[in-house]
């Protein structure tokens, strides 16, 4: 059974008018999360690993110096999905009910969340990810390298933030600072990371 590519949840133009074009959408969507897919599919062909689902795939396959490409492309492959749903045309603004809660318990104020959800951003070198993530029932934000994610380390996502530069580079060239801060402001999806917060 190989894995596929999620369809995206909206158009690829429909962020266009919140800052992120259909053209970052033909190269991310179309060209680097494509290849993750088809990577993936490659390593793992005739493999044990062919058939299990991608989160155990990224289990298995971490740490194992061996499989260190299997877990690059799954990992990237589920990073990709997740962070596609983690935005939508016209979200941003705060968070409500059991959400909004967490977030002023466990941070101390929404602005405050803001605050050290945009530094993990822009403070990761190179290439990674900002993520929102509960962790044994308390709510924190973390980076991660390269293609490493919470599924890997054992803990819960809610929300992402791609900050490889193909994530921002057609739109917002090198000012990573601007792409962070439209997400927040127009994109993030609260929905999403409430569905996630209430998922068994």
């Known amino acids: 059974m190989a894995f596929t590519q999620s369809p995206l949840p909206y158009d690829f133009n429909a962020l266009e008018p919140f800052g992120i074009?259909?053209?970052?959408?033909?190269?991310?969507?179309?060209?680097?999360?494509k290849a993750y897919v088809d990577n993936l599919n490659k390593l793992t062909d005739g493999t044990e690993l062919a058939d299990k689902p991608l989160e155990e795939v990224i289990k298995i396959s971490y740490k194992d110096p061996s499989k260190v490409g299997i877990f690059n492309n799954a990992a990237q492959v589920w990073n990709h999905t997740f962070f596609w749903n983690s935005q939508k045309p016209g979200g941003g603004g705060t968070p409500t009910g059991e959400l909004a809660s967490k977030i002023e318990k466990d941070f101390g104020s929404f602005d405050k969340f803001k605050e050290e959800f945009s530094n993990a951003a822009a403070t990761q070198f190179g290439s990674g990810w900002a993520w929102l993530i509960d962790d044994g029932g308390t709510l924190k934000v973390i980076k991660t390298p390269n293609a490493e994610n919470p599924v890997a380390y054992g803990q819960k996502a809610l929300l992402t933030l791609d900050v490889w530069e193909h994530a921002y580079y057609i739109d917002y060239r090198n000012a990573r600072p601007a792409f962070i801060k439209n997400y927040l402001d127009q994109l993030v999806n609260?929905?999403?990371a409430t569905e996630n917060l209430t998922k068994a």
Request: no cysteine; glycine share 12%.
């Open 21 to 33: 074009s259909g053209e970052t959408f033909e190269y991310h969507y179309g060209k680097h999360h």
């Open 190 to 192: 609260w929905d999403f």
